[in-house]
């Protein structure tokens, strides 16, 4: 599965001796803040699947995995611990209240935090997906806003969950750019890996492939690896559960936010490019001339920046 392949190998086989116990200061996800909607509690913070309550955001540490047969989380150690419901509702960006037991990410209706998105469907599955792209510079200005960059995957006919390698700005770094992989949000709970801080000018892979044999259309258990090419740091989730989804949902790109004030709330360069894009069907064949579509969900939106989409060799999201 060419140069990706050989990547996954290095990281599977770095040994992991240190857990993490919790996220320190530096690695605090976002609090909603002032600017939040009415119905969100001050408590919550942001992730890219809108507000939630902290106890229902689970920090996994380097070599946990998220085991959806033995519904538990497989630590590095051995141990493991059972997988909790979350007992809180959480919100989408604009306010609207979802509870545990409903399905919780379909892009298309979460306008107000899914700015745009290229995006294709297959009547099969997918079993494997790449891109490149690279930090951008920080923001002109200042706001708290989070900025969220990524591709992904859903199941189009019934959204449970997304597996995500994600790029932030200010979301587990104040004010700085970080990587972190991504799985959400069964049971209404979240799971991030370990992230690490980057720098803009880093080239950053992000990938998702299936554990399966070729022609597994619906596979348990997938690989999510955020990579720094650049300083060799990476966030990962491996073996991480589809909760019983098929993948047949692929993004090459996705930009999220929240609390933009002003245009200068974006990167200074005002586009995203995820070039180099590798999507593979569930037999891993590559799929030549991938038929991606550009979604704006900008209509209505304050302020308006000059939002759109360029294709067909690469994703380019301008902003």
């Known amino acids: 599965m060419s140069r990706i392949s050989a990547y996954s190998r290095v990281l599977k086989s770095i040994a992991i001796t240190t857990l993490v116990a919790g996220l320190t200061a530096a690695q605090a996800l976002t609090p909603a803040g002032a600017k939040r909607p009415a119905a969100v509690p001050a408590n919550y913070v942001i992730t890219p699947f809108g507000y939630f309550e902290p106890s229902c955001v689970t920090h996994l540490a380097k070599g946990d995995d998220v085991r959806r047969d033995e519904k538990a989380i497989l630590h590095a150690n051995g141990s493991s611990d059972k997988i909790q419901a979350c007992a809180f509702a959480h919100y989408k960006a604009d306010g609207e209240?979802?509870?545990g037991d409903e399905h919780a990410v379909n892009p298309p209706s979460i306008g107000h935090a899914w700015v745009e998105y290229a995006s294709t469907t297959t009547t099969s599955s997918f079993g494997y997906m790449y891109a490149y792209w690279n930090v951008p510079p920080a923001p002109s200005t200042n706001d708290g806003?989070?900025?969220?960059?990524?591709?992904?995957?859903?199941?189009?006919?019934?959204?449970?969950?997304?597996?995500?390698?994600?790029?932030?700005?200010?979301?587990?770094?104040?004010?700085?750019?970080?990587?972190a992989s991504w799985n959400c949000?069964?049971?209404?709970?979240?799971?991030?890996a370990a992230p690490e801080r980057v720098n803009s000018g880093d080239l950053i892979l992000g990938y998702m492939f299936d554990t399966c044999s070729a022609g597994t259309k619906s596979c348990g258990s997938w690989d999510i690896v955020t990579y720094d090419v650049t300083s060799?740091?990476?966030?990962?989730?491996?073996?991480?559960?589809?909760?019983?989804?098929?993948?047949?949902?692929?993004?090459?790109?996705?930009?999220?936010?929240?609390?933009?004030?002003?245009?200068?709330d974006y990167p200074s360069n005002g586009a995203i490019n995820f070039y180099?894009?590798?999507?593979?069907?569930?037999?891993?064949?590559?799929?030549?001339?991938?038929?991606?579509?550009?979604?704006?969900?900008s209509s209505g939106l304050t302020p308006q920046c000059g939002y759109g989409g360029t294709l067909p060799q690469e994703v380019i999201l301008s902003y």
């Open 97 to 99: 209240k979802v509870t």
């Open 145 to 179: 806003q989070t900025v969220y960059l990524f591709p992904g995957m859903e199941d189009y006919s019934d959204v449970v969950t997304i597996i995500q390698p994600v790029l932030g700005w200010n979301s587990d770094y104040a004010s700085a750019w970080g990587i």
């Open 185 to 192: 949000c069964v049971s209404g709970t979240v799971f991030e």
């Open 232 to 264: 060799g740091n990476f966030s990962e989730l491996l073996d991480t559960s589809s909760f019983g989804q098929t993948f047949n949902w692929a993004f090459g790109g996705a930009l999220e936010v929240y609390n933009i004030a002003q245009c200068g």
């Open 276 to 297: 180099e894009l590798g999507l593979y069907n569930d037999k891993f064949v590559q799929i030549a001339k991938p038929h991606w579509t550009v979604t704006n969900l």
